[in-house]
């Protein structure tokens, strides 16, 4: 269909030709530590999987190709300036940018708002409905609160940040109520917006404690002992790094089970370690077997020779290509308790569209949500973002928590 957009050569994208055809997603500006793991957030952000990929750098300028497949009604505009927004400016090709959080000066956070509405019924999938509402109008969801009347009206109070920094203006809160209307119909009662005060913007923070159960079982750094060698026999989990084959780089070979999301996975692992990937070779093959090659380096511009660090790297690899997201269902008092946990970047943003895939993960088993709690927890050394959902389970559900939980991982994971 040809290309779609051309702005200074900085992304092109390339639709596919034919239905099943992977979309082209070209990249070309200056480099900076963690651009890869950037691109790749919003690429998955907009429900899109990565099948194949390309890059190289020679420190300074950079050329990225992405073959990408998913949805067939992707906004490739709006996807376009969202890739370009991520992208430094050709001025910044003078010296390459390393990502060093402790300099950086953080960002104000985006203010936080208050979404709540009556709804005259429930139905199983009506917060998914709603999450998925929301997403398309790149609404943020931070908490939610659901509560259901006696006489089975609904109310549910989301706590969002806006994307696009609009949400204060009456144009922008318009669209948003105009778009929930047209996906809820008549269930709706009403809806109303605004800023949410000082006592509820820091509700991304959530309650400070967690069963110690719960941080032993889901929060483990260790790889299960069947993993440990890394056989292939293992479920196919091999990280190896070779420091003879490249007089200025140290070679990664991943092998690896495909997933979704699996390049982010080991984009943002390099980024929170400030390592460089000067050049990079992704593919799945078609029984499921994911395979990269990487030249890497360190911030100073060295191979990686210190045993220590290769191990350390290695083995965190090895952990969020094992097990990137962790999910449990545990018993809370009377009731059934779903935790997703997922680990946040040093930059401070997590992985996209958990919630929307936790939510239809229990809308295709027809279970209802009874509460939500989402909240970041510091857990051995790293920030985790915690989903914690109280279900409702219905008298005589057949639906077992390990159904819940592999319904849920599989969703996740895109299996």
């Known amino acids: 269909m040809g290309i779609l957009y051309d702005y200074e050569d900085v992304v092109l994208i390339r639709q596919a030709e034919k239905p099943g055809d992977p979309t082209e997603i070209t990249v070309n500006c200056p480099d900076k530590i963690g651009l890869g793991c950037d691109l790749c957030r919003i690429i998955l952000r907009f429900g899109l999987s990565i099948s194949r990929g390309d890059s190289s750098t020679d420190g300074k300028w950079c050329y990225i190709l992405f073959w990408v497949v998913g949805k067939p009604n992707t906004r490739w505009n709006l996807l376009h ?44 999938g009506l917060l998914h409905d709603i999450t998925e509402a929301l997403c398309e109008l790149e609404l943020t969801i931070k908490r939610v609160k659901v509560s259901t009347a006696p006489d089975g009206r609904v109310m549910d109070l989301f706590f969002v940040t806006d994307t696009r920094n609009e949400l204060h203006t009456q144009e922008r809160r318009d669209e948003a109520i105009y778009h929930l209307k047209d996906v809820l119909g008549d269930a709706m ?33 260790e790889l299960p002992d069947g ?8 479920n196919t989990l091999i990280v190896t790094m070779d420091n003879s084959l490249s007089p200025s780089h140290t070679h990664v070979h991943i092998i690896c089970q495909d997933q979704k999301g699996r390049i ?57 290509l094992f097990c990137p997201l962790r999910v449990a269902v545990e018993s809370r008092g009377p009731d059934t308790e779903l935790l997703v946990a997922n680990p946040v970047e040093l930059c401070g943003r997590g992985r996209p569209l958990v919630f929307y895939d936790i939510t239809l993960a229990l809308k295709i088993l027809k279970i209802q949500i009874f509460s939500v709690e989402i909240g970041r927890h510091m857990i051995q050394d790293r920030e985790w973002e915690v989903y914690r959902i109280l279900l409702d389970e219905e008298e005589g559900s057949c639906v077992s928590r390990n159904k819940i939980e592999e319904g849920v991982r599989k969703k996740l994971m895109g299996w």
Request: charged share 20%; net charge neutral; proline share 7%.
């Open 81 to 124: 300036r969202r890739l370009l927004e991520v992208c430094p400016s050709c001025s910044s090709a003078s010296g390459i940018s390393f990502y060093k959080p402790e300099f950086q000066q953080q960002p104000k956070p985006p203010d936080v708002f208050l979404l709540k509405f009556w709804c005259y019924y429930d139905w199983k």
């Open 227 to 234: 993993h440990q060698n890394g056989s292939p026999a293992s």
């Open 264 to 320: 982010y996975d080991i984009m943002r692992t390099l980024k929170d370690y400030n390592i460089q990937t000067s050049y990079g070779r992704f593919f799945a093959n078609a029984k499921g077997i994911f395979e990269a090659d990487l030249l890497v380096m360190q911030a100073d511009g060295k191979k990686l020779v210190d045993p220590n660090k290769q191990n350390a790297l290695s083995s965190r690899l090895k952990m969020e």
């Open 189 to 221: 009662i009403s809806c109303e917006i605004e800023l949410a005060g000082p006592e509820v913007t820091g509700c991304s923070q959530g309650s400070s404690f967690l069963p110690p159960a719960i941080t032993e079982e889901i929060f483990s750094l």
